[in-house]
């Protein structure tokens, strides 16, 4: 029989293991990591539960391939805009492959940000306690559609033109306020030099702030609050028929106590009360 | 012999009764920790602190949102935009020549909008024609040519001066806001993105647009001659029409300036956006405008 717990160990675990317990002692990193991943989940978790992730991994390829792209792209309405865009897709090195990426993947993004709200909505996983994640993920799907619209013009082609030129003033349509918030979002009456700075700045500064501020929102709620369980969980189900069972309990001790009913205590066999009489 | 008993506690108690201070001798120190309203020194720190981080932020936000916000809120300024001797807009033929196009139409590539895009396309389509054009007479099925000549020819000889007038029709779809194009087929204006379609003078024909297209404010004016800002605001330059059609002065131009919404019966309204009725249940859904 061998132990590998005896002798000396190697150098270099040695060093990691001091390392680590180096920064975890000063921070708390195992505890905290522990807490993040390694969490119970009930049974019946699948495949459906990971269209988050998947969500957040698209959102950290959206936010590296972006920041490259925000390197060679020149937000400059005379044209500036749409010849840097030419220049990335044909000149740079794997320019094409990165814009790809960005422009699929904001359709990616928005189909997984869908199914994964359809997923939460159809196993009702955003009932009791979990309101909050619901909400914190609303804001997600309003900043990701928002993302796609300021991303959108940046191509400042004619197609990225006028589809954003109607899609703002499907914004202002809305009463009472919209026109403001056209004129908000288009920094001014008409679509100009302005817009395309504003939405440059809205789309790469000013939402992936937000959704990563939102994004570590959801994940804080999700840890503390856990992941509901399937609809066709057994013990799910066994809550739901207690339940059941307890509300029909329920109302038949309130149907006994209703005046007129047959087990009101009146209507009893006279000879329970005859003493009472 | 008290002093050999090893037994004896020189510190302790003697017996007999207490001598010492009683609990219920003392006055409590007041005690606020349980008073909601009392106002400890930690209480009273700690609000001064949340209002100065309040302030702060206050002092940071303020400036930040009033810079991007209250820029593009502002009233537009528009000035009167000189596109051209009046003849190029007035001499040419009157529509009853020629039957197919009833309407002439001139194009200027800006617009005294304040600063659209080179990419914006935004035009104005400048109409000389008939105020009505559904006046003029359509030939009846089966009815002879001869006989619809003379009865267009007659119809055409009763056309007065003041029949015609001279409107800029701003190209922004009164829908969604994309460049509607001016259609000869169908001699009225079409918008490529859903379908909205308008007659030669931009009222609604058919799609989804709410009000007819937008117009700009235009006149003719004699520009050998100086008007001071409020006779200008008053419209003390402006020459009819009718009378600078046939005037040969060559000093006459076309002008335009602000363009302003109009309802299906062609009543002016503020300039509106995209997608707003002027007129209607539906236009008090945008009371600020």
């Known amino acids: 029989m061998t132990t590998k717990d005896i002798g000396p160990k190697n150098p270099v675990q040695k060093t990691t293991e001091a390392t680590i317990d180096y920064v975890d002692d000063r921070s708390g990193i195992k505890t905290g990591t522990r807490w993040f991943l390694f969490r119970n989940i009930p049974a019946g978790t699948s495949w459906f539960q990971t269209l988050g992730f998947t969500a957040m991994v698209v959102f950290g390829m959206q936010a590296i391939t972006g920041i490259i792209l925000a390197m060679y792209y020149v937000p400059d309405s005379k044209g500036g805009a749409y010849q840097s865009i030419e220049y990335i897709t044909n000149e740079v090195t794997w320019g094409w492959l990165v814009r790809g990426m960005h422009k699929w993947g904001a359709s990616v993004m928005i189909i997984v940000v869908f199914l994964h709200m359809a997923r939460v909505f159809i196993w009702g996983a955003y009932k009791y306690p979990r ?6 993920g609303s804001f997600l ?4 559609m928002f993302m796609g619209l300021t991303g959108y013009l940046l191509v400042w082609d004619q197609k990225a033109y006028w589809a954003t030129v109607v899609a703002v003033n499907i914004f202002a349509g809305a009463p009472i306020v919209g026109p403001y918030i056209g004129d908000i979002l288009r920094a ?10 504003r939405f440059y700045s809205i789309h790469m500064l000013v939402i992936p702030g937000a959704i990563a501020t939102f994004i570590g929102l959801h994940l804080y709620f999700i840890v503390r609050l856990g992941i509901s369980e399937p609809p066709w969980s057994k013990r799910r189900l066994r809550i739901e028929r207690d339940e059941e069972d307890a509300r029909r309990a329920a109302a038949r001790e309130k149907a006994r106590s209703l005046p007129g ?5 009146a209507s ?7 003493g009472a009489r | 012999m008290a002093e050999d008993d090893p037994g004896k506690d020189t510190n302790g108690t003697q017996g007999g009764p207490y001598q010492g201070p009683r609990a219920a001798d003392f006055t409590p120190e007041p005690d606020h920790s349980d008073d909601p309203g009392y106002v400890t020194r930690t209480r009273f720190l700690s609000n001064a602190a949340f209002a100065g981080t309040g302030v702060l932020a206050a002092a940071i936000l303020v400036p ?7 820029t593009p ?9 000189d596109i051209g001797p009046a003849s190029d807009y007035l001499k040419n033929p009157p529509p009853y020549v020629n039957p197919s196009p009833s309407t002439r139409i001139g194009e200027v590539a800006s617009l005294a909008v304040s600063g659209p895009s080179s990419d914006a396309d935004r035009r104005i389509y400048v109409v000389y024609g008939l105020k009505d054009p559904t006046s003029r007479p359509q030939p009846n099925p089966g009815q002879p040519a001869a006989e619809f000549e003379a009865q267009f020819a007659k119809w055409a000889s009763s056309l007065r001066a003041d029949d015609f007038d001279l409107i800029a029709i701003w190209n922004r779809c009164a829908h969604l806001g994309c460049p509607v194009a001016f259609s000869p087929g169908s001699a009225g204006y079409v918008c490529p993105c859903h379908g909205g379609a308008y007659d030669s003078r931009g009222l609604v024909t058919g799609g989804p647009p709410p009000r007819p297209l937008d117009r700009v404010d235009i006149k003719v004016a004699d520009q050998s001659k100086k008007f001071e800002p409020q006779d200008i605001e008053a419209g003390k330059d402006r020459i009819p029409v009718a009378v600078a059609a046939k005037s040969s002065n060559p000093n006459l131009r076309v002008l335009v300036g602000k363009p302003y919404s109009i309802d299906q019966q062609q009543q002016s309204y503020g300039l509106s956006g995209p997608g707003e009725p002027v007129s209607g249940t539906l236009s ?3 009371p600020f405008q």
């Open chain 1, 131 to 136: 309101e909050l994640t619901w909400v914190t």
């Open chain 1, 141 to 144: 799907l309003l900043l990701t």
């Open chain 1, 188 to 197: 001014g009456p008409e679509f100009g030099p302005a817009t395309l700075s």
């Open chain 1, 261 to 265: 009913s047959v087990n009101y205590p």
């Open chain 1, 268 to 274: 009893w066999p006279v000879e329970a009360k005859e």
């Open chain 2, 64 to 70: 930040v949102v009033g810079f991007a916000v209250t």
């Open chain 2, 73 to 81: 809120l502002k009233e537009e300024e528009f000035r009167w935009v």
């Open chain 2, 284 to 286: 008090h859904l945008y």
